[in-house]
């Protein structure tokens, strides 16, 4: 399943599933983004960051894509698992000043 | 061992009250942060102080007063509370200064629901 950009704040998966989860960012000075996955009741959490100077960085079951020239970001979850529900949120940050956040997306693992 | 911790969790007053909000990180990080988060989720960054010093103020009415009587605490304190204070209320901290270079990953706190009547 995939969003598109921050106009769909909702996605819905089945278990097993790649999970893609998309943000256009505002700010061409922009060089380091991270991606929080905040829990019902909970704070938001760090998944995974990445520099202006990468175009991809993989973690574990998680891959952020970086696409400078259109200003995207992509969070990518592998074999999603009903753990994962929560709302996903890009941040960016410019050197030297504070992280704004994007949007968010409700992302949903269907069992 | 929580790292960043908030009290209380949840917190409901009349309009016209002022309450306090306390924070406190056990990271070693030299920069503390308070974000409002709405309805909609949308997360906006409030204050940020560095080693007790305030160096972030976003546009945010003057009833709202952060205190840091260390780098490890940050509290906010809110007087004559209005409804549309109702929100999430988040503390984070990371390590650096926000500004100079990079700024480091900020870790959440668990937030305080607040609810004015």
């Known amino acids: 399943g995939e969003s598109v950009g921050l106009h769909l704040p909702t996605l819905s998966v089945q278990e097993g599933d790649n999970s893609i989860i998309n943000c256009a960012y505002s700010?061409?000075?922009?060089?380091?983004f991270i991606w929080y996955k905040q829990e019902s009741g909970k704070g938001p959490q760090f998944i995974i960051d990445?520099?202006?100077?990468?175009d991809k960085r993989q973690g574990q079951r998680v891959t952020v894509l970086l696409n400078k020239t259109v200003k995207h970001l992509s969070l990518q979850i592998a074999a999603t698992q009903p753990g994962d529900s929560a709302v996903y949120f890009c941040?960016?940050?410019?050197?030297?000043?504070?992280?704004?956040f994007g949007e968010g997306t409700q992302l949903t693992v269907n069992p | 061992d929580t790292a960043v911790s908030q009290t209380p969790k949840y917190l409901v007053t009349q309009m016209g009250n002022d309450k306090s909000i306390k924070c406190e990180q056990n990271l070693g990080h030299d920069t503390m942060y308070w974000y409002k988060q709405d309805s909609k989720k949308f997360l906006k960054i409030m204050f940020s102080y560095n080693n007790k010093e305030l160096i972030i103020n976003e546009t945010v009415p003057n009833r709202f007063s952060p205190k840091s009587p260390d780098k490890a605490h940050l509290n906010l304190h809110i007087n004559s509370l209005e409804l549309g204070d109702s929100a999430v209320y988040f503390c984070?901290?990371?390590?650096?200064?926000?500004?100079?270079?990079?700024?480091?990953?900020?870790?959440f706190g668990p937030g305080t629901r607040l609810t004015v009547l």
């Open positions: 990445i520099r202006s100077n990468m």
């Open positions: 984070a901290s990371s390590q650096d200064r926000p500004w100079g270079r990079l700024t480091d990953t900020q870790y």
């Open positions: 941040a960016e940050n410019i050197s030297g000043s504070r992280l704004t």
């Open positions: 700010n061409s000075a922009s060089d380091y």
